[in-house]
Structure formats: C-alpha cells, structure tokens
C-alpha cells in the first residue's frame, strides 16, 4: 500500500465514515488502460455501498483522464463484487487461475532470456499494442528501473517480455513457447505465484508438468 499511495502513476482515494476510513481504492494510470485495485473494504462497512461509491470514483477519473479503457483482476468466489462489477459494465474476458511453485529455472533452446533494458522500452510497446491493442510501457519502464523485466529474443529480435513473472507483474508474448521461455528462466514467482489466463491450455498444462501448479 505505501508503494501504491507514494507513486505518482497510481490515483489513490480512500473511504470515511465518522471520522474512521472504511476502504480504499487504487487506479493504475501508467499506461493506455487504467488498471483498477486493489480495492479494500472493511468487514464493518460491507453491503452499505461504500464499494460502489469507490469504483464510482476510480472510474469517473479514469473518464476524466481520457483512457481508453480499464481493467480490473476479480476472485470468482467473491459474488458480491462479481456482480458488482458487472454491474457497473465490466465485461468478462478470461479466468485466471493464480500458479504457484519453486522456480523452474530452465533455459528452452533457441530463446534467449535477459534482463530488459530502457533501449528495450519501445520493442517491447510495439510487441504489446500488436498482441493486446495497446501498450503497458508505463509499467514495464518501473519493472526495468526495479531490475525486475526480462526480455527474450528469438532469431535476433525480441518476441516477448516480462515486467515480472509473478503475482504483480504481467508477461507479453508472440508465441506460447515464448511465454514458456519466461516463465522457466524466471529466478521466483514473488507474491502469491503468478497469473495465467486458464484459456491458453497449452501453458497451463506444461506449468502443471514442470511442477508448478494452480
């Protein structure tokens, strides 16, 4: 929370009721689609709109600030806040499952991992608005800066990268044996293990046969 509330790409808000904060809310502004959370609500204040009333906020700023769009990470158990964010127009685009696991700390031949570089920033904002639409350079720019991003290269020329291959961290690639290429030179899965959209059988079920699990 103290890295979120001191950033300066992050618009934080928070939550009062007599005096006592109640939630908070985050939204991500580095890059072309805001990124919304984590959102917190005291267990005292639940089912008295105090969500709401936070989402309302983030995405009214995100209008005001012109992004073209903005996403959100949400635990499928949790109805309540499914139905919240549907209601709010949020669309359904692929399930995630958290994989966790020692680090495989493989290298695949032909895909040569290495830490990412600022001369890399525009190959890799180039990759990503080919892959997704748009870019997430803002994010990847911190990763370099922390150490964190890695690229691989195949045939001379980047084909993927990763501001970090775990729970806070996202990974874009032209190909499955790409992504399999991060995710095995990867030194650890920090945080909770890292994100993989359930859809892409392929890479969940090699993760699940190297040992990592979901």
């Known amino acids: 929370m103290a890295m979120l509330f001191g950033h300066p790409g992050f618009y934080s808000v928070v939550a009062e009721e007599e005096g006592a904060i109640v ?6 502004e580095r890059s072309e689609i805001a990124g919304v959370g984590p959102i917190t609500i005291s267990p005292k204040a639940q089912n008295r709109r105090v969500g709401r009333t936070l989402m309302e906020d983030v995405m009214r700023r995100a209008e005001e600030r012109g992004f073209a769009g903005v996403r959100l990470l949400q635990a499928t158990y949790h109805t309540r806040s499914l139905s919240l964010y549907s209601k709010l127009g949020f669309e359904t685009r692929a399930l995630i499952a958290t994989i966790q696991g020692p680090a495989l700390q493989q290298s695949i031949p032909g895909y ?6 600022p001369a890399d920033l525009e190959s890799c904002s180039q990759l990503c608005t080919r892959v997704h639409g748009h870019n997430r350079t803002g994010e990847l720019a911190d990763a370099v800066q922390q150490g964190t991003a890695t690229v691989v290269e195949r045939d001379d020329r980047i084909t993927g ?6 729970f806070f961290g996202h990974s874009v690639a032209e190909t499955n044996e790409d992504l399999k290429a991060l995710i095995a030179a990867a030194p650890a899965f920090p945080g909770s293990g890292f994100l993989l959209p359930t859809g892409n059988g392929e890479v969940f079920r090699w993760c699940l046969d190297n040992g990592v699990r979901g």
């Open 161 to 166: 990268y990763s501001s970090g291959v775990g």
């Open 112 to 117: 040569l991992v290495r830490p990412a570089t």
């Open 23 to 28: 939630g908070s809310n985050f939204l991500d």
